[in-house]
């Protein structure tokens, strides 16, 4: 496969694997790991999305603070309960994230026959458009942070417990002697710490993805296999967007038109001269133009949406090397 890629840099071409991204299943062979990593990353995703759409802020914490009494405090407590609990559960998944998607390319990449895995890479392309809609959502509501804030300023008052991270991490055991309660508090404040870093990025997900994945490339040194791949899971979703005759639904467009970004941003951080130079096998020009010109398309993968994506996320977008009227255009709008 990389003989091919190589054939295709510098043109305006897309190399064709000759796979549908949108209406794929998965081989006899990949079945099994297929329907595990959708029940761990897939089957988790709506409801955690609505979760995130249905959040909404709270006022007690603000009275909490103005004025704190007692009764004001418990209030607080109780209204941060369900958002801290909800923030545990995105963070899990992230976590997940991390175990499984090297799990994921390893099978993508091991053979260098992308195409002999469509129903996988569909599934790395709706895991990759589930994290552009988290982050989209998330982005929105900055008082989550605020929320869990407050949360962890109680949680060092050291009246509050336990909590639902205490729940979660512990080891079952509820003797209520001195050693177990600071066990307790020490876990709780470990796994607060890790849920705010978690959050800390404006785009978690994508960061999580991005993180994860220039790790695997780097123990296993796997730069050009998943380079390969990536490629391969861009010029997909390029000739899918690019078939006028074939009529998408919003929904097919979105993740084609994510999935594309995303793997424009995650060759950008593994490959040593990144997704904009000269040698790479991924075509700005024909990308940008996609994202410009694909019509009829959710907020959530609007033009303006995902080229903030690139302007923000990419490594090596600034590099002196990089097209000017690429620059123009991600620097400028």
């Known amino acids: 496969m990389g003989q091919i890629l190589s054939n295709f840099r510098n043109e305006s071409m897309v190399p064709d694997f ?83 998607l090297p799990r994921l390319l390893s099978v993508l990449c091991k053979d260098n026959q992308f195409d002999q895995h469509p129903g996988l890479t569909k599934l790395l392309a709706e895991i990759l458009d589930f994290v552009f809609n988290f982050d989209y959502w998330k982005i929105r509501t900055p008082s989550l942070l605020n929320d869990f804030a407050y949360y962890r300023r109680l ?18 055991n509820n003797n209520n002697n001195n050693t177990s309660d600071l066990r307790s508090a020490m876990q709780e404040d470990d796994q607060a710490h890790k849920i705010t870093m978690f959050l800390a990025p404006p785009t ?12 695997y490339v780097s123990k296993q040194g796997l730069e050009k296999s ?6 391969a899971l861009w010029a997909a979703c390029v000739h899918t967007l690019s078939n006028r005759k074939r009529v998408l639904d919003d929904c097919a467009i979105s993740t084609c038109l994510k999935s594309m970004v995303a793997s424009i941003i995650l060759y950008d951080h593994i490959d040593k001269q990144g997704a904009y130079s000269k040698q790479s096998s991924i075509n ?31 490594k090596h977008l600034k590099d002196e090397s990089t097209s000017k009227h690429v620059k123009s255009i991600l620097l400028s709008s």
């Open 18 to 100: 000759g796979f549908d991204i949108e209406k794929t299943t998965p081989s006899s062979e990949d079945r099994d790991i297929y329907e595990e990593l959708s029940s761990k990353l897939l089957a988790p995703a709506p409801h955690l999305l609505a979760q995130l759409k249905e959040y909404s802020p709270s006022d007690t914490f603000k009275s909490a603070i103005e004025n704190a009494t007692n009764e004001n405090e418990e209030m607080a407590w109780r209204t941060v309960l369900p958002t801290v609990e909800m923030l545990r559960s995105f963070y899990q998944y992230a976590s997940e994230l991390q175990n499984s």
């Open 226 to 231: 998943v380079g390969e791949c990536l490629v």
């Open 284 to 314: 700005m020009k024909t990308s940008i133009k996609l994202i410009q010109t694909t019509p009829n398309v959710p907020e959530e993968s609007s033009a303006e949406n995902l080229l903030s994506a690139l302007r923000y996320n990419s």
């Open 155 to 172: 949680l060092a008052g050291g009246r509050y417990h336990p909590s639902p991270i205490s729940i979660q991490s512990g080891d079952g």
């Open 204 to 215: 978690p997900m994508l960061t999580t993805v991005i993180d994860t994945v220039t790790s």
